[in-house]
């Protein structure tokens, strides 16, 4: 997940936050592969108040944690609701969803919180989803169509059997503002993004969220569009698989707090060689997405391969994800 890093980095270093737990009370599939899930307190109850585009971590059996947008309305709420996919090459998170947690399960989950937020002052917003990648777009549609601001949103997917929350789109108060791109449907029909985003007016945001060739593809085309930095912004689903590049070198990592030293040989993750030297580091996506890891960079430099900062973030090497940064230097020191 992309995201400021003020405040987070405190946020990430900081003993993590109060649980809540919550309850299972519904769950269904929506389309192929991919079911929704409804929390509500398990004492009974509100749920704390949020903001589209905002997310939770969940905590499955077998220790995994694993985000998920919110997909229902924002503001006060007494349940949340996301959706996940089924992944064929899932690391255990998505098929415990779907195999484990069940009607009446209870689970452990954090307090929302929120580094896809809507743009503030924007005149319109372009809400682009990709497969799953719609579920932040939901809320975000249901709080532009509460507030009365001016937004399309443009949902593409294999198939309609694909397509998570299609008969709930349609009878939508906003349905006309929501367009289906289906693989498998008519020409006409399918997602051109040259042509949707040629000459964006001035005050438009485009919000993009799904696989990451279909976020490369959607920001590429803006770019060349002319779309300013400024207006976009983007939430990853998942991470490219990492491949250990040619003359890839060990390095060392140094603890701030201790002075003490740990290699880090090649192709192993800095919080694995940690782990190995019994030094935890909370992790949870554990692909650069999520931004749980983050970790102050006080000496060398970092290569970055996250998603999670920006681009201004990553030159300022200030910081860095250590469940998959490597370093350019031969010696990192992390306040750790």
Excluded at 30 to 52: C, D, Q, R, W, Y
Excluded at 271 to 299: H, K, M, N, W, Y
Excluded at 303 to 312: A, G, K, N, S, V
Aim: aromatic share 6%.
């Amino acid at each position: 997940m992309s995201g400021a890093v003020s405040a987070a980095v405190s946020a990430a270093v900081s003993a993590a936050p109060s649980l809540l737990q919550v309850r299972v009370a519904r769950k269904q599939a929506v389309a192929e592969g991919i079911s929704s899930f409804e929390f509500v307190a398990a004492g009974g109850g509100p749920l704390p108040a949020f903001e589209a585009g905002a997310h939770i971590d969940v905590h499955l059996p077998g220790g995994l944690v694993r985000q998920y947008s919110l997909c229902n309305a924002p503001g006060p709420t007494q349940h949340y609701q996301v959706a996940v996919l089924r992944e064929p090459q899932s690391r255990g998170g998505s098929q415990a969803m779907h195999e484990q947690v069940q009607e009446g399960s209870v689970l452990a989950i954090s307090a929302p919180r929120n580094s896809f937020p809507l743009a503030a002052g924007a005149h319109s917003h372009l809400l682009m989803a990709g497969g799953i990648g719609v579920t932040p777009m939901l809320a975000m549609a249901e709080a532009l169509h509460a507030a009365g601001q001016a937004f399309e949103l443009h949902y593409a997917t294999r198939s309609r059997a694909r397509t998570a929350f299609a008969d709930a789109l349609a009878a939508a108060p906003y349905a006309a503002q929501v367009h289906l791109h289906l693989d498998d449907g008519a020409p006409e029909q399918r997602l051109n993004l040259p042509a949707l985003l040629a000459r964006p007016p001035a005050g438009r945001h485009l919000y993009v969220c799904g696989p990451q060739g279909y976020i490369e593809a959607v920001l590429g085309t803006a770019r060349a569009q002319g779309w300013g930095e400024a207006q976009l912004h983007c939430e990853y689903f998942g991470a490219a698989p990492v491949v250990v590049a040619a003359g890839e070198q060990p390095f060392e990592v140094e603890l701030s707090s201790s002075g003490r030293v740990v290699q880090v040989p090649v192709g192993v993750p800095i919080t694995q060689a940690l782990a190995d030297a019994g030094v935890f580091v909370p992790t949870s996506c554990e692909q650069g997405i999520c931004g749980t890891c983050l970790t102050r960079v006080l000496s060398g430099t970092p290569e970055h391969r996250d998603q999670y900062l920006t681009p201004e973030e990553q030159a300022a090497n200030d910081v860095c994800l250590p469940c998959c940064a490597r370093s350019r230097s031969a010696r990192l020191v992390l306040e750790l």
